[in-house]
T-cell receptor, first 111, second 118 residues
Framework: AQKITQTQPGMFVQEKEAVTLDCTYD???????LFWYKQPSSGEMIFLIYQGSYDQQNATEGRYSLNFQKARKSANLVISASQLGDSAMYFC????????FGTGTSLTVIP | DTEVTQTPKHLVMGMTNKKSLKCEQH?????MYWYKQKAKKPPELMFV???????INESVPSRFSPECPNSSLLNLHLHALQPEDSALYLC?????????????????FGPGTRLTVL
């Protein structure tokens, strides 16, 4: 059974605009973590942001924020003030007994 | 410091060659991972080492042989590979491999080795 779903294979955003990348997950375990990674064309998987299932507030890291809606089992990544260097693949992942990755969203920032 | 290093960056090998990929971390993490990633796909887990012992082998063919000489190092020995084994090989580490969604279980990845098998 697929644990993590990313329904947007590709997204485009204008430079300096905000963009939301969708992620939904499936688990019956009360304790889990949600992660977002960025993978530029160079290949490195860069950790962006973490949200724990018991965290009361949405996680934020600089221009990245995670819109965590537990009842809807969604963990969308919001990137504010997009930059050209944000063009990359973005993977949502969940951890409870092991790590599960979504299929990824390819983001292109247009000048 | 959240750095995981991998060498080499690129590797081209023939089907009869023997080569090794190396991964190193100095974050005191006790879990280390090998992933295989094909273009435009998510990483696929191959092996997990927990406290220097092989914890998970995701039914990987024996032509891939992992080794964890100490808590900081992880090797992947390659022998008699096939062209379909060409991929990006990513190493990662985390605090431990216990269940649960703790922040310290964040996996940090190295830059990867791009492997081409001719």
């Amino acid at each position: 059974a697929q644990k993590i779903t990313q329904t947007q294979p590709g997204m485009f955003v204008q430079e300096k605009e905000a963009v939301t990348l969708d992620c939904t997950y499936d688990t019956s375990d009360p304790s889990y973590g949600l992660f977002w990674y960025k993978q530029p064309s160079s290949g490195e998987m860069i950790f962006l942001i973490y949200q724990g299932s018991y965290d009361q507030q949405n996680a934020t890291e600089g221009r990245y924020s995670l819109n965590f809606q537990k009842a809807r089992k969604s963990a969308n990544l919001v990137i504010s003030a997009s930059q050209l260097g944000d063009s990359a693949m973005y993977f949502c992942a969940m951890r409870h007994n092991q790590f599960y990755f979504g299929t990824g969203t390819s983001l292109t920032v247009i000048p | 410091d959240t750095e995981v290093t991998q060498t080499p960056k690129h590797l081209v090998m023939g089907m009869t060659n023997k080569k090794s990929l190396k991964c190193e971390q100095h974050m005191g993490h006790r879990a280390m991972y090998w992933y295989k990633q094909k273009a435009k796909k998510p990483p696929e887990l191959m092996f997990v080492y927990s406290y220097e012992k092989l914890s998970i082998n995701e039914s990987v063919p024996s032509r891939f042989s992992p080794e964890c000489p100490n808590s900081s190092l992880l090797n992947l020995h390659l022998h008699a590979l096939q062209p379909e084994d060409s991929a990006l090989y990513l190493c990662a580490s985390s605090h431990n491999h216990l269940a649960g969604g703790l922040a310290r279980n964040t996996q940090y990845f190295g830059p990867g080795t791009r492997l081409t098998v001719l």
